[in-house]
């Protein structure tokens, strides 16, 4: 199956990108705006049994946000008509605010318009599925949402402010990629959202800065409160890893402290591993997991998914260090030394076979 994506390369497209890859769906991107170019736009129309819209403009004047998602659904449109064989189904990722007199809702409602129409001519199914709130890994912060940019000031050391308090619906960008991918239904977005004034949003990521801060793992019993500090804790790698451990030492040996988790369950497991082998190459879209090397050298690699870019640390277990894997970046661990390798792993959850969250996916 191959799906065409237009903003591909946005918060919301990584988050299709990285969600179509563990169902083993090929995805194609589809510039638009300057970069739009029309018999590409159409050739990857005619390879896709979907196409997924998600290009759009939610920041600038007025008249910039109303021409741009005009803009944008106009030049797929024109590609739909030029398609021989057009998807089955067309899908826009449009707004609750669609449904608002302003510039940003006027211009949502038109373009879902334009792209109905379009997908009636061409016989395709549309759905024009309208999103609350995102929140989620790797949003731009002042751009993409209030959550992207608390998280950020808080990562960094500042404290956020509230200018405006009121209700939001939030749905995390993995769930709201499972309904564009038709493996959810757009039925339960309103299951699948968390209602959450902005104050008790910053309270609660103060709630996680302050416990991660401190080496430990916050009350994650919750689907919300494990998606937050997911998405929490992505602004805070790479400058906060590794992590040190407290480590207790006398006559005897040592005891060190691994982790500290606040509610919920959880798994702990440890390996061995022989010189020479890696571990790993894999991602996870939720699950929340740390490594801790007690004896031995390790390198553990990580790179963030359709990216180049390695974050490799080297960790022996003469001085215990520990790593935690963000959502959404590919990573391993190899015994780079001459004896076996003893590591420490905690998830979040109790594995499970049918649904293990673990993507294969090879570091470098």
Not at 316 to 343: C, Q, W
Request: hydrophobic letters at 35%; a negative charge.
């Amino acid at each position: 199956m191959t799906i065409a994506i237009t903003g591909a390369g946005g918060f919301l497209g990584f988050h299709v990108r990285a969600a179509a890859q563990e169902a083993g769906i090929e995805t194609v991107g589809v510039p638009v705006g300057e970069a739009f170019d029309l018999e590409q736009a159409v050739e990857a129309i005619n390879s896709a049994d979907r196409l997924i819209h998600l290009a759009g403009v939610n920041r600038g004047t007025d008249q910039e946000v109303r021409r741009g998602n005009i803009l944008f659904a106009e030049q797929i449109t024109a590609a739909l008509e030029k398609a021989e064989h057009p998807p089955a189904t067309i899908v826009y990722a449009n707004s609750i605010q669609a449904d608002d007199d302003n510039a940003y809702g006027n211009a949502k409602r038109l373009a879902a318009t334009n792209l109905g129409l379009a997908a009636f001519s061409a016989r395709s199914e549309f759905c024009d599925v309208k999103l609350p709130n995102l929140f989620g890994e790797y949003g731009r912060p002042f751009y993409n949402s209030v959550t992207a940019t608390f998280c950020h000031i808080l990562a960094t050391g500042y404290e956020p402010e509230v200018h405006e308090d009121r209700e939001l619906q939030l749905l995390h960008a993995q769930n709201a990629a499972d309904v564009l991918l038709g493996n959810a239904s757009e039925k339960q977005l309103a299951s699948l959202s968390h209602w959450e004034t902005v104050c008790g949003l910053k309270s609660t990521l103060e709630e996680f800065h302050a416990t991660y801060s401190a080496g430990e793992i916050p009350d994650i019993s919750t689907n919300f409160r494990r998606d937050l500090f997911n998405t929490y804790r992505s602004y805070t790698f790479p400058d906060h890893t590794p992590i040190d451990i407290t480590r207790h030492a006398d006559e005897r040996g040592s005891f060190s402290e691994i982790i500290r988790s606040h509610g919920g369950t959880g798994q702990t497991s440890f390996s061995t591993t022989a010189p020479g082998v890696i571990r790993g190459d894999h991602y996870h879209r939720r699950k929340v997991e740390r490594f801790t090397v007690l004896s031995g050298e390790a390198e553990i690699c990580l790179r963030r998914l359709f990216d180049d870019k390695v974050f490799t640390y080297t960790i022996s277990g003469d001085e215990p260090k520990s790593v935690d894997m963000p959502t959404l970046y590919a990573h391993s661990i190899r015994n780079i030394g001459t004896e076996p390798l003893f590591t420490a792993f905690w998830t979040n959850d109790h594995f499970n076979p049918a649904q293990p969250d673990t993507i294969a996916e090879i570091v470098q």
